[in-house]
């Protein structure tokens, strides 16, 4: 099945500063790429998604990328601010419309 | 719209116990997913109801099941608790179909503390 590895695990960066989330995937034939934000105690939710056949997707501060040959694909957070401060995660499925398999997420704490 | 909707928002079992979690996903919604979360584990994926069918399972014991009615609510049962499988259970509805994945929506979770 399904690998998803995560890195980093915490992350704490300056408010204002970039942060960037990797992950890696070991299934060739996933083809959707959804990031999740889930602030304490609350539920996850969907920040932005990619599906194989685009390389790179931006919505206001946050950009996802994929590497489809490299198997891997990040997030990208620019001018970060205290509400980006929550646990991120990354997640992948494969055709056929495969569960997702989320990795382990990265705690993100925006220093003021 | 409603959300996904889940029952009951806690519950403390002991072990050897069995519990049913329930979930209500939004209106319109066929899919509906369940997950475990846990501090050091993340989000485990542990079964996907589409149509009333289980189309995806994850790697979790037999203990574990599920069935989804044909209003596209969804139960999850853990037979014989343990202490391990306290955990924040998260249901998850979507419009995914057949052959391709959309946006999970999650409930709010049922906090299971075994005892």
């Known amino acids: 099945g399904e690998n998803v590895e995560q890195h980093p695990s915490t992350l704490s960066v300056q408010e204002g500063d970039s942060a960037v989330i990797k992950c890696t995937y070991s299934d060739s034939a996933s083809n959707y790429f959804p990031w999740y934000k889930q602030e304490l105690g609350k539920r996850p939710q969907l920040i932005i998604d990619i599906r194989s056949n685009v390389g790179e997707k931006k919505d206001q501060r946050i950009a996802v990328t994929l590497n489809k040959t490299a198997k891997h694909f990040s997030l990208h957070i620019t001018e970060t601010q205290p509400e980006d401060s929550a646990v991120y995660f990354c997640?992948?499925?494969?055709?056929?419309?495969?569960?997702?398999?989320f990795g382990k997420g990265t705690h993100l704490i925006i220093q003021p | 719209k409603a959300g996904v909707t889940q029952t009951p928002r806690y519950l403390i079992k002991t072990r050897g116990q069995q519990v049913t979690l329930s979930c209500s996903p939004i209106s319109g919604h066929r899919s509906v997913s369940w997950y475990q979360q846990t501090p050091g584990q993340g989000l485990q994926f542990l079964f996907e109801y589409f149509s009333e069918t289980q189309r995806n399972k994850g790697n979790f014991p037999g203990r574990f099941s599920g069935r989804q009615f044909s209003n596209s609510r969804s139960e999850m049962n853990v037979s014989t608790l343990e202490l391990g499988d306290s955990a924040l259970y998260l249901c998850?509805?979507?419009?995914?179909?057949?052959?391709?994945?959309?946006?999970?929506?999650f409930g709010s979770g049922t906090q299971l503390s075994v005892l």
């Open positions: 997640a992948a499925a494969g055709g056929g419309a495969d569960g997702l398999t």
């Open positions: 998850a509805s979507s419009l995914s179909t057949a052959t391709t994945n959309e946006k999970l929506f």
